[in-house]
């Protein structure tokens, strides 16, 4: 009975809930049911086929998330002294590159773009910074790119890292853009898509605890592949690397902080699910057109499109989220600013619409749908809030 449930949820959700722990499913199966009054699985089954909601609300309920603007401060405490030994020998341009899964609704990846902040001090517009922030909830995601939060968020965090990097006021609390720029928030399944890769610091805190054995270890041991040699794995107060001490070292037990050993990641091979691999022949090559006429091609197809359905100004971009062609009236949108040139979407864009390109390039370079649209974003320039539209069209 336990199987048709997970097969239900999976069809719902597009989540796969059988690596959960058992006793954990159980827990959260036997509270649904006490609060809908349902007598026995058999019948939570029934009416588990009749309601696509419950579906939806069984699968968020295995997704605890406690969290809050710098929760368990001795750990933070000790992370910012780990950041500071990173930049203090990192060139600017190498930049920092960090990763929280299980970001439920964003404070604790905000909380560590602040500890970035502080670490770089002077140096962050100089540092590219990326931090990516994923949970496999979305509405969770839809929270954390909103960036609103109850004034009781910020109970315990110091009055001047609440200074400098936060905006209150009497709707709540905000983290500041400096520090929402650094952020990248998507929706991400740790065990059915690849992880982020070349990282410095991956905290992942609470998260295991859920899973069964197996998925740990196949979990862990992507956390392995996706961190540089001696980058930092941040892991929650009843989690451990278990087995798998010979991928990281133990440099702070009490916080559960562990540095990524030098050696091979295991099977890595064999982490293929959902893993995307790209197959090429001689055949894929010789019908592709040059560069030129592709651009020139996709560039006729993608105003063709926006015409048809928006008919607004409009930017094309490559992979690279490089700037290819401008239509309409952008001057409101777009801005160039003194210092090193910036020829990128994100870096042309004005500041209030930085975050959302972002996230929105990020979404579009992996396995995302065609069309997607950003969080509202206020301009002085417009009289209501409004949207990017992100539309993905094929070269060649």
Partial sequence: MLDVIVELVRHATQVDVSHYKDSTFRRQLQRRMLELGVPDLDAYVAHLQQDAAELQRLQRSLLIS???FFRDPEVFARLAEVLAEIVSVRPDAEGLRLWVPGCATGEEAYTLAVLVAEALGDRLPRCPVRLFATDIDADAIAHARRAVYPHAALEGVPAELVARHFVVDQDGVRPARHIRDLCVFAQHDLLSQPPFVNLDVLSCRNVLIYFEGSAQVEILSRFHHALRPQACLLLGQSESVGALSELFQSTDGHVKLFRRRTVPSPRLLELSMGWRRIGTSAASHK???????SLLASERRFHQHLLQRHALPSVLVDAQGQVQHLWGDVDRFLKLEGGKADF????LCVPAL???VRTLLHLA????PSELASMPVALPCLASPSYLLSTKVSVG
Wanted: avoid cysteine.
């Fill in 66 to 68: 406690v969290t809050r």
């Fill in 287 to 293: 019908a592709r057109p040059e560069p030129a006429a």
């Fill in 344 to 347: 990128s979407l994100a870096g």
């Fill in 365 to 368: 370079t992996t396995a995302a």
């Fill in 354 to 356: 930085r975050a959302e």
